[in-house]
């Protein structure tokens, strides 16, 4: 009992560290991170609600194509995504208030606050990950994409998928953001570079960080 306490306790660890990543990208006035593109394209154009309600929201519908998708396949633990969900989204908003007198103008000032970003973005993923618990909606419905697909087509790869699904939103929240706002709003350079770099410092965070390890050894544990 105590060891899977343990291993979900640094996985709503990981997700409340990510909050504060996507955050400070998102404050870098550079452009968000991919998967939450569109929740703050919304949060723009519909002011009355926040970027972490309308990540919720979006994170709902994640789950619920997962379910649609998997159907007897979608495990019942994974209603766990839901909790992980009201967490993650919540401390974005918390996130952002804590951050919200820093507004960044040069852009080396908004650069430094994008890597910092997508470095504390990649520590969450790491933690996140390594006890093998539930997935997060945004991975957990490429997974069941994944599963979908592999039906017809069994030699697609996961991270193929993951790279449409990404590009994907991205061509979304583009589109959004010229229906309202008639120009790109919330989305540029940060949102390419986050793509980009977020995996590199996932590989440097789980080469260089040991406490990781221990993380990881509690998933073997029984």
Known sequence: MKVISLRYFYFFLGIIINS??????????????????????????????SFGLTTFI??????????????RDFEPIQF??????????????????????FEPET??????SLFIGCFILAIGISIEVAPNVIVVPGEGVV????????IKKPKVKFGTIKIYFDVTLIIIACILSFIFFGELNGIGLGTIV???????????VNRHFKFLRHIRALARLK
Do not use: C, H, W
């Open 20 to 49: 504060f990543g996507i955050a400070f990208i998102t404050k870098s006035n550079l452009g968000t991170s991919q998967i939450s593109s569109i929740p703050y394209i919304f949060s723009l154009e519909y002011t009355d609600f």
């Open 58 to 71: 979006f994170n709902i519908i994640f789950i619920l194509i997962e379910i649609a998708l998997l159907r």
């Open 80 to 101: 766990l995504q839901i909790v992980a969900n009201i967490i993650f989204s919540f401390f974005i908003d918390v996130s952002m208030n804590l951050l919200s007198a």
């Open 107 to 112: 852009i080396i000032v908004k650069l430094i």
């Open 143 to 150: 997974r069941a994409l994944a599963l979908a697909i592999a």
């Open 194 to 204: 986050s793509a980009l770099i977020v995996g590199r410092f996932i590989n440097l």
